[in-house]
């Protein structure tokens, strides 16, 4: 079981940058890939970013690349997301992912945190 908690969410005005972190009980390692999802209101669900924990390798959605990069502190147990240039559309939830297996989309990966809001005025 791998628990997970997400913090750093917040308000903040188009431009700007917020850092998520992801908080875990087991070592950031011991899965196989890590990720950020998140949903706005009346929306679906989408994929934001994600790790392979092997290789480091990453894949970021077309709409966010080159503003956001997912990182992960081994040390700390912690998996980041750092948002840059922030628009209004990337308000949202946003969830932290983990799983053991890879080959699924990142909002079925088999454990999720809470959830950190994100918020973004223009």
């Known amino acids: 079981q791998v628990q997970l908690e997400e913090s750093g969410g917040g308000s903040v005005q188009a431009g700007g940058s917020l850092r998520l972190s992801c908080a875990a009980s087991s070592p950031t390692y011991s899965t196989a890939c890590m990720g950020w999802f998140r949903q706005a209101p009346g929306k679906e669900r989408e994929g934001v970013a994600r790790?392979?924990?092997?290789?480091?390798?990453?894949w970021y959605n077309l709409s966010v690349k080159g503003r956001f990069t997912i990182s992960k502190d081994n040390a700390k147990n912690t998996l980041y997301l750092q948002m840059d240039s922030l628009k209004p559309e990337d308000t949202a939830m946003y969830y932290c992912?983990?799983?053991?297996?890879?080959?699924?989309?990142?909002?079925?990966?088999?454990?999720r945190g809470q959830g950190t809001q994100v918020t973004v005025s223009s």
């Open positions: 992912a983990a799983a053991f297996l890879c080959d699924r989309a990142i909002v079925d990966y088999t454990y």
């Open positions: 790790i392979l924990t092997d290789s480091g390798r990453t």
